[in-house]
């Protein structure tokens, strides 16, 4: 009779500590699959900004090309701008240097009209 009592007590303890393991088992289990829901959830997280960093980023080398054609083609106008005002310069000088002669020439034009 002892020795049934021993076995049952024994298999009452064994009892306890198995559903002590399967709730553990189960804690256990939920813990990690919130774990998981976790992992999930930042890792979508971190993709988001990853694809939202590399728009931007896309975004800045169109700007930064944009602003690099931009001040080509300033350059472009500026040496146009340079270009056409030496042409200006250049007639203004024509100009001056016909003006003299002409100005010369009826000089010359009165001087033999008068001294005639």
Same mark, same amino acid.
């Given at each position: 009779?002892? $020795?049934?009592? %021993?076995?049952? @007590?024994?298999? %009452?303890?064994?009892? #306890?500590?198995?559903?002590? *393991?399967?709730?553990?088992? &189960?804690?256990?289990? #939920? &813990?990690?699959?919130? $774990?998981? =829901? +976790?992992?999930?959830?930042?890792? +979508?997280?971190?993709?988001r900004?990853d694809?939202e960093?590399?728009?931007?980023? =896309?975004?800045?080398?169109?700007?930064?090309?944009?602003?690099?054609? *931009? *001040?080509? =083609?300033? /350059? !472009?106008?500026?040496?146009?701008?340079?270009a056409?005002?030496?042409?200006?310069?250049? @007639?203004?000088h024509? $100009?001056?240097?016909?003006? @003299?002669? *002409?100005?010369? /020439?009826?000089?010359? !034009?009165?001087?033999?009209? /008068?001294?005639?």
């Amino acid at each position: 009779m002892e $020795l049934m009592a %021993s076995a049952s @007590r024994e298999a %009452s303890s064994l009892k #306890e500590v198995w559903t002590k *393991l399967i709730a553990e088992r &189960e804690s256990w289990a #939920e &813990e990690r699959q919130e $774990l998981m =829901d +976790s992992v999930t959830e930042i890792t +979508s997280e971190l993709e988001r900004r990853d694809t939202e960093r590399h728009h931007h980023n =896309d975004e800045h080398i169109d700007s930064k090309k944009k602003i690099e054609k *931009l *001040l080509l =083609d300033m /350059s !472009v106008a500026i040496a146009g701008i340079s270009a056409e005002k030496k042409k200006v310069a250049d @007639r203004d000088h024509e $100009l001056g240097h016909v003006r @003299r002669e *002409l100005v010369d /020439s009826q000089e010359t !034009v009165i001087r033999h009209h /008068s001294g005639t």
